[in-house]
């Protein structure tokens, strides 16, 4: 049977925040217990960019955390937290695991998403830079209302509106993390994975040639 590793009462307990847009954190979203080999488990991503998730090779007990965020409850919280029905909805998740200096530019998702969470599966965080800021308006990193550490474990969700503006200081370096859609519908799933994938191929192509 697969074991449940997030701690879903977390997620269900921690308070709405609504502005500058509905968002919530948690800073330990996965048991103790399972929180260093998830890390440790976590798939090899050298390069900058996302991956489908489909296209990596998953280890217990990283797949284990995966399959633990496509659940009924996983996705009953995000529907009772946002006011929004993502329970028959299309899901994507990607991940990333290096960022580089042109990554964290301030912008807002896709409308082709319905809600974003993100989990941050670092050991610890020492640097100043590379911590994601929910920010005010478009232009302005400093003007932030919230800002979050990509430790081992927080968890950041968001509705997606057409405000909700994010962002971090550049930072380059190791950044491991998992992007969990909530899309509008299965065209824009496909359109998504086939763009990542074809971003992934073409960063392996370069890569070889070097």
Request: proline letters at 6%; hydrophobic letters at 35%; charged letters at 25%.
């Amino acid at each position: 049977m697969m074991k449940n590793v997030i701690k879903l009462d977390s997620l269900d307990n921690a308070p709405l925040q609504t502005v500058p847009f509905p968002y919530f954190k948690v800073e330990e979203s996965i048991y103790p217990d399972y929180i260093q080999g998830i890390i440790n488990s976590f798939p090899d991503i050298p390069d900058g960019g996302s991956y489908n998730v489909d296209d990596v090779v998953l280890d217990e007990p990283f797949k284990s955390l995966i399959e633990s965020i496509d659940t009924p409850e996983f996705r009953r919280i995000i529907c009772e937290k946002f006011d929004v029905q993502v329970m028959d909805l299309p899901m994507m998740i990607t991940l990333r695991g290096y960022s580089r200096q042109k990554d964290g530019r301030i912008h807002t998702d896709s409308k082709t998403k319905v809600a974003t969470i993100l989990i941050y599966l670092n050991e610890k965080w020492e640097a100043d830079t590379g911590k994601l800021r929910v920010l005010n308006n478009g232009h302005d990193m400093d003007d932030y209302v919230d800002e979050i550490s990509p430790g081992p474990g927080t968890l950041l969700a968001f509705k997606v509106t057409d405000n909700c503006w994010h962002g971090y200081p550049a930072f380059e370096g190791k950044r491991q993390s998992i992007q969990i859609n909530f899309l509008t519908s299965a065209a824009a799933g496909n359109k998504h994975r086939f763009f990542h994938r074809l971003s992934a191929k073409l960063k392996r192509l370069v890569s070889r040639r070097k």
